[in-house]
């Protein structure tokens, strides 16, 4: 009989044997942004994250900077006002995102700031695309997904990230930086799945589709093959970094992307509906959280994920875990 229950008689025992933990060099921390002076916006669906003016985004970042947090990745929301249906708002040189990022850049040089570039944040519409009649229109999109690319690179970027699930994404905007010898490197959203667990998201960023819904170029979630094919085809594109999205319903592609192309740094993202999820069951009583987190994001690591976005970053290093 081969017994494994001397690997588990106490607490120290445990800690000796337990060979995956998460460490804050592990995540990247999401912000929302917004325009204004003195903003700081509660987000009801996403307890304990707010919307930051840029001014607002500095002050928090030096609380972020201080529990070891050296990476963040910046969403920009605007008003409706400002949207149009080709999302110009987004590649604008001035663009919310760009001030943000140069204002971050000047304060904190070595924080490493990702940019999430995409159309939904800023069309009329709320798609990820630009539009022919009903249908977003994938050959279309890609020059205005490079022109965002461009701009917040061109403000100090370190890395930016398409979400848009557009086919030939990748290659569209390394050939745009290469034209302007841009070192800045790219984060691809490679197997990033149609999700119902992206709803808090959505009200945050004030990105949902106005009609429709995005199924027609965000992956199937009752795929699996097509998650390491995307994946191939944006290392093949040029991406330095992928990233599958959402994490906890997916550690399966987690754990095959991360043995088939162990070269490439791998992110995970637990996305708003798993933290809201997780946060409203503690709220209720059904999980105590910290404990609840703590295991989310083990196992996500555990997977293989060498990198993960989450709103619970914080959380994490506050609670001394």
Known sequence: MK???????????????????VSVTDFIYPYFIVDGENEVQPIKTLKGISRFSIDQLLIDLKETIALGIDKI???????????????????????????????????????????????CEYTSHGHCGLLKEQTVDNDSTLPLLAKIALVHAQAGADFVAPSAMMDGQIQALKAILKQQNLT???????????????????????????????????????TSQQGIEEIQADIEEGAEWVMVKP????????????????????????????????????????????????????????????FIITYYAKDFVRKGL
Do not use: H, W
């Open 184 to 222: 800045t490197k790219v984060l691809a959203y490679s197997a990033k799945y149609s999700s119902n667990f992206y709803g808090p998201f959505r009200d945050a960023a004030g990105s949902a589709p106005s009609f429709g819904d995005r199924k027609s170029y965000q992956m199937d979630y009752r």
């Open 3 to 21: 017994r494994f229950r001397q690997y588990r008689t106490d607490a120290a025992t445990r800690d000796k044997y337990a060979d995956v933990r």
């Open 247 to 306: 994490a906890q319903t997916y550690l399966d592609i987690i754990q095959r992307a991360s043995v088939t192309f162990p070269e490439v740094p791998l992110v995970a993202y637990q996305v708003s509906g798993e933290y809201a999820l997780l946060k409203n069951g503690a709220e209720v009583g059904l999980i105590n959280e910290e404990q609840g987190f703590l295991e989310s994001l083990t196992a996500i690591k555990r997977a293989g994920a060498n």
């Open 73 to 119: 990745l910046l969403f920009g929301v605007i008003t409706d006002d400002l949207k149009d249906e080709v999302g110009s708002a987004g590649y604008d040189p001035n663009s919310l995102v760009c001030r943000a990022v140069r204002a971050i850049k000047k304060q904190f040089p070595n924080l490493i700031v990702f940019t999430d570039v995409c159309l």
